[in-house]
């Protein structure tokens, strides 16, 4: 299996370890470089951009947000529903209220993007 993490705190960054543990090819964002570099080092792909992060991924790529709930997984959101495409994945692995989940996933459908 093939995904990316982003947003490599403490539980992002956990579950990097473990995919990666198991076999599986995982590209790492953070907006901050240090976590990316210590990704790096336990074998995943470093992305330093979102732009990065989708060239990294075969198609249908995953992309899996680790990153606070509110405004934070908002703008992420946002930002990769311009860079994903038909058939790509994106999960909201925060604390999300569910109304806004909904909301998205409503939003990113019309743009052919599955939403968990």
Known sequence: MELAIVGLGRMGGNMVKRLLR???RVVAYNR???PVREAEAAGAIGAYSLEEVVERLS??????LMVPAGEPTEQMVERFAA??????????????YWKDSVRRAEWLRERGIQFL
């Open 22 to 24: 198991d076999g599986h």
């Open 32 to 34: 901050s470089p240090e």
């Open 83 to 96: 860079l994903l495409g038909s058939g790509d994945i994106l999960i909201d692995g925060g604390n999300s």
């Open 59 to 64: 198609s249908p790529r995953v992309v899996w």
